[in-house]
């Protein structure tokens, strides 16, 4: 974790997007409708992210709880999935962006399986930026399945050896977190990653966020002191 006073760039971003459906209800759309504005969108955050010198970017596109949502709803949003991987591979590599998926792939759709394993493939060789996509994610999956991890394997059940089993491992603790939409919660979203993440609430709805509005996120966050339990006066020792 990085101490600063404010001027840094956010090494890890995590962003929960969301208001698709609310988008498209509002303009009297079918719900897909607003899925697949936000699968734009978040090719807008993707390329900005990446320019604005973001080493990792983790998205929250589809949680273990949105199994619950009608059938017909996780259906579209599984050939979406699917249709986008396949579409951005060539765009991943160009911008230099490595691709993973992080949470439990097994009950995925064969062709989303394959998509996403092909896409991994393709874009490995990225070192501009890393883009997590969690889906069927969840904070207490990924917490539960480090803890057993490290109990098979008869290892002691330590923070520090958490934080190295966890869907995320290679890229360290989140740094800022945005979530879109106005509600002001973190869905079971990265919940030990998070845990020192300074956290941005944005009324805009995912469909419409723009370069210009992660820019208003990262502007607000170059202002946060970051003190990780110490005072101010440490931190500005620290940091000087």
Sequence with gaps: MSLHTGSDIPHHLAVIMDGNGRWAKARHLPRAEGHRQGVQALHR????????????LTVFAFSSENWRRPAAEVNMLMRLFAVALRDWRTRLIDAGVSLRIVGELEPFPEDVKTAIAQ???ATA???????NVAANYGGRWDMCRAASA????GLPITPEAIAQKLATAPDGDVD???RTGGEQRISNFLLWQAAYAEIYFSDCLWPDFSAAHLDEALA???????????TSEQVRGTAG
Excluded at 45 to 56: M, S
Excluded at 125 to 131: F, N, Q, S, Y
């Design 119 to 121: 896409t991994e493939r």
């Design 45 to 56: 955050l993707v390329e900005r992210a990446a320019e604005r010198g973001v080493k990792v």
């Design 125 to 131: 060789a990225g070192t501009r930026m890393r883009l």
């Design 150 to 153: 490290l109990a098979a394997e």
């Design 220 to 230: 607000w966050y170059e202002g946060r002191e970051r003190r990780f339990g110490m």
């Design 176 to 178: 800022l977190l945005i």
